[in-house]
């Protein structure tokens, strides 16, 4: 059950089949049926998007179509983007009434290429957690199974559109956020190469990590969505002078690489075999190389502690002086702590305090010069494979959707992201594609990462085991 | 014999037309908030972006301190919480700032610095009166500032005064700041200890809240004469901050330092390292403006001014560029040197005003001046004149035609009143001539008043003697 694509949309527009009001009201009837179960919004902008729906220009032409590549098109914005007028909550109670007073440089993007904004997605809080359970509202259901957990961070941002309640949704990518979802509800799902995409207007959990992701039905959706958010933001001083034309052009490729750890690793037998039939596809069309990744879990280690450090200082301006949660005291001290102790959630206060303590000078920040390094060997290590070949093939998960309340140790819970975060922590892109269905309805996601601005490649490679799949 | 070691902490507030990581306009007296934005006011989302002009100005400063200008610094976030402090984070400069080094020379020592970093300035925070309650100004969050730190190698309080008023002069000159202490464009903290009898540092006190380049001095004098008093009674001194108490004088404890402040500094992860271009550095230098010391040497290489002369006119920008206006249409840099320096100083020190707010433009100032030179009038009646054009705005020609204050230099109107006040002092001119010469002077008086001041007092000097001798 997969719903229409965005090129889909636009046939039947062009052709006079649907207008977009009727699009836009067919999905709001969708999400109006299933979203007190499937929660995959923290709020639908239904009324302002049907407004939208109404001010395209009719009739909808190629040319419209061309100037504009998501005219009519749902868009589903995750909870930690701002969307002027509407609610930023980032999933937690600290924001819980705030409105944004400005557009993110994405969702600016998407307005100006003609996406019409549904609603803002659910998350875990801040983007911490792998299973939208840490949201101060509600956990977001698996749209296979609602026994099951969408993954997460952006679990809403994955369940939405597997749900038919946007066509596309943007993630936020931080060490698996973006991908690991979509793995889950048998999405695709972009991490692009860090910098490609400004992160002006979404709040910061890890700053040198964080990237927004795309998630769609298909390979092409999701790249045209990239396309259309990425490129350079003078807001953004980490944001990359490069600006991408066209990235579906096709590639010249003729080698790529698996990783031997994979074969060490205690995988689900399914995604093992999903992975092997990759392969194989590969196989009949590039050279095969094996990688040894080495520090595996040294880059779980450094990630943890780069995010918490970062996200300790990064959440620090939550303090209820200027928005958001605020809950008096008799001192600005007693404030803080009240308002802090009350508005963020067990595992937010979890990072924090790690985060401060790996930052604090009883211990002189030695953690976090070591996770410096750590990271850094890992890119050097990537680096070198990518000299060698042109991307890598690697599961997204070594496990298939688990379900709620499964996980209840942290330490299991952040073994989520063990296969997404070396290239996270690179600042490389990965896409992740579903490969297969098993007897539950499950896709295996299987990842395909590349170096440093190889989105074209990962296209390339990601079309065609689309394409084979089919 | 124990010895003060005294360093300096020096903040100011940089004249950019924007903030240090904004876009908002850096002019914090506008209505309270109205300069304000996402991201300095620390909303969720927003970024920050390295202001260039702020970037230039601390290249040009650290240039004229001969600093060392570093090609890649790093910015970095010290963490802590306070109401002022919008993103609960300050980004400055940590482990390496835009400038190392660098040195003044103050009399003849040299103070040298350590370093000068950039940073961004805090919300300001108003205690509304009568209330427990307190307001946030957040026009001057974000606003940039550069923090100076010397070595500490200060060893009196005068030193710290006239390193203060040197550096003054030039963040003046080089216009990145107003340098005005009264405004906060200008703040600074003090390190105060004393040696122990090893010679190795003592405990070092910090004073704050230092208002005046005055209340630095007296601070310094107070801390150490309160350090050796404590000592001298066997006391310890105890690490704390200390805050200056202007009304009586005296500093006192603002807040013990138990154990350092954390603020588990770690670089910013939302900007890239500051990268500094040989062209930014050579830009910097080109459109350098003369410093201090490179004008005190113009005025007296090409105008003739005496040192003393010359450092006082360089004393403050506003008042070069005063002299230099009047010297583009006069010829007597030594005239117009004395008048400034005791004419128009007198009245900036009695009405504490700038040398703009005296109320006497260059031009009239040089005008004033043209109608000595020209004989026009006297020394004194220009000094009566130069109070009326400050009173009145006129210019001094139409005031000395107005008042009728021409000189008179007519030989023959003066030979009759020399002759007259001869006349009228037979018994002095009787002992004049047996040798009372002193007398000349009673003459000479009696001479002016008959003229009311208007006689050209060279003409009336030789006429006289002239009498004088032929008498
Ligand atoms: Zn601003």
Request: aromatic content about 8%.
């Amino acid at each position: 059950m997969t719903h229409q694509t965005k090129n889909e949309i636009h046939n039947s527009l062009i052709q006079g089949e649907q207008t977009p009001v009727e699009i836009i009201e067919e999905y709001l009837k969708r999400i109006e049926a299933q979203e007190s179960e499937m929660h995959t919004f923290i709020e639908v902008t239904g009324e302002s998007c049907l407004n939208e729906a109404k001010q395209v220009p009719k009739p909808i032409t190629k040319e419209i179509v061309e100037d504009t590549p998501f005219v009519g098109i749902p868009v589903g914005i995750k909870d930690n983007i701002n969307v002027k007028g509407f609610k930023t909550t980032a999933a937690s109670k600290i924001l819980e009434n705030h409105i944004s007073v400005y557009d993110a440089t994405v969702v600016r993007k998407i307005k100006n290429a003609g996406g019409l904004i549904i609603g803002k997605t659910n998350m875990d809080e801040f983007a911490m957690g792998s299973s939208t359970e840490t949201s101060c509202f509600y956990p977001t259901k698996n749209p296979i199974n609602t026994k099951y957990t969408p993954g997460g961070s952006s679990g809403g941002s994955a369940a939405s559109v597997r749900a038919g309640h946007c066509t596309v949704s943007l993630g936020s990518d931080t060490g698996g956020s973006v991908r690991q979802p979509a793995s889950f509800c048998g999405v695709v799902g972009i991490r692009p190469t860090y910098g490609l995409v400004s992160r002006y207007g979404m709040l910061s959990f890890c700053s040198s990590l964080d990237q927004i992701g795309t998630i769609a039905n298909d390979v092409d959706d999701a790249f045209s969505l990239l396309e259309v958010i990425s490129g350079y933001d003078p807001k953004d001083s980490t944001s990359v002078n490069i600006e991408y034309q066209d990235l579906k052009e096709p590639e010249e490729i003729s080698t790529f690489g698996i990783c031997n750890e994979i074969e060490k690793l205690y995988i689900d037998p399914f995604v093992h075999d999903m992975y092997k039939k990759v392969i194989a596809i590969l196989l009949k069309n590039f050279k095969k190389e094996n990688h040894w990744l080495d520090n595996l879990d040294k880059a779980m280690a450094a990630y943890h502690i780069i995010a918490d450090s970062e996200a300790s200082s990064n959440l620090a301006r939550y303090d209820g002086v200027r928005y958001g949660l605020q809950i008096s005291g008799e001192s600005s001290q007693e404030a803080y702590i009240k308002t802090r102790t009350q508005g963020f959630g067990a595992e937010v206060k979890r990072r924090i305090l790690l985060g401060t303590y790996i930052l604090s000078e009883e211990i002189e920040g030695s953690y976090y010069k070591q996770a410096l390094c750590a990271k850094e060997k890992i890119t050097e290590k990537l680096d070198q494979i990518f000299s060698s070949c042109q991307f890598m093939v690697i599961p997204t998960s070594l496990k298939l959707p688990f379900k709620f309340g499964e996980r209840n140790d942290p330490l299991d819970m952040y073994y989520s992201d063990y296969l997404t975060i070396p290239s996270a922590i690179a600042g490389m892109p990965s896409v992740t594609i579903p490969v297969g269905c098993n007897e539950n309805g499950f896709s295996a996601g299987i990842q395909i990462m590349g170096p440093k601005f190889s989105e074209k490649v990962l296209h390339s490679v990601a079309k065609l085991i689309e394409g084979e799949l089919k | 014999m124990r010895q003060p070691v005294i360093g300096l902490e020096i903040h100011i507030q940089l004249l950019t037309k924007t903030k240090m990581f904004c876009r908002c306009k850096a002019s914090f007296g506008d209505e309270p908030n109205t300069n304000i934005c996402p991201v300095c006011m620390g909303y969720p989302g927003a970024l920050p972006v390295p202001n260039k002009e702020a970037i230039k100005m601390g290249i040009t400063l650290g240039l004229a301190i001969n600093g060392e200008v570093q090609c890649v610094s790093d910015f970095s976030r010290k963490n802590y919480f306070y109401p002022d402090m919008p993103k609960g984070y300050q980004i400055t400069q940590d482990s390496i700032p835009l400038i190392k080094n660098g040195h003044i020379s103050v009399s003849d020592e040299i103070v040298k610095l350590e370093r000068i970093h950039i940073e961004e300035d805090s919300a300001k925070m108003l205690h509304e009166p009568g209330t427990d309650k307190t307001l946030i100004n957040f026009n001057r969050a974000g606003v940039p500032l550069l923090e100076i730190v010397t070595l500490p190698c200060l060893k009196t309080a005068k030193t710290a005064n006239i390193f203060l008023e040197k550096l003054k002069q030039i963040i003046t000159y080089t216009g990145i700041s107003t340098g005005k202490m009264e405004e906060g464009a200008l703040r600074c903290d003090v390190n105060i200890s004393l040696t122990n009898p090893d010679g190795s540092l003592g405990q070092k006190i910090e004073v704050k809240n230092l208002n005046s380049f005055k209340a630095v001095a007296k601070s310094i004098e107070y801390e150490i004469e309160r350090q050796n008093k404590v000592l001298d009674a066997g006391g310890k001194i105890i690490p704390e901050t200390r805050s200056w108490d202007e009304s009586k004088s005296e500093t006192f404890i603002m807040r013990i330092k138990d154990g350092k402040a954390d603020y588990r500094f770690f670089p910013e992860p939302d900007l890239k390292s500051l990268f500094v271009t040989q062209e930014m550095i050579d830009e910097a230098r080109k459109n350098m403006s003369e410093l201090p010391g490179q004008a005190v040497e113009r005025l007296i290489k090409t105008h003739n001014l005496s040192e003393y002369d010359a450092s006082l006119i360089t004393s403050s920008k506003e008042i070069l560029h005063y002299y230099d206006l009047c010297m583009k249409d006069f010829q007597d840099p030594k005239l117009l040197a004395n008048w400034i320096s005791s004419e128009i100083l007198k009245i900036m020190n009695k009405n504490n005003c700038y040398i703009n707010e005296v109320g006497i433009k260059p031009m009239q100032l040089t005008e004033l001046l043209s109608l000595i030179l020209k004989g026009t009038i006297s020394g004194k009646i220009a000094k009566d004149v130069l109070l009326v054009v400050i009173e009145t705005g006129k210019n001094p020609s139409e005031i000395v035609k107005e008042k009728g204050l021409l000189q008179v230099s007519d030989t023959d109107s003066l030979r009759k009143i020399v002759s007259e006040v001869l006349e009228e002092n037979k018994n002095e001119l009787e002992r004049y001539k047996n040798g009372e010469q002193k007398l000349f002077g009673l003459f000479m008086g009696q001479c002016m008043k008959k003229t009311k001041g208007k006689g050209n007092p060279k003409m009336l000097q030789t006429i006289l003697k002239e009498l004088l001798r032929d008498a």
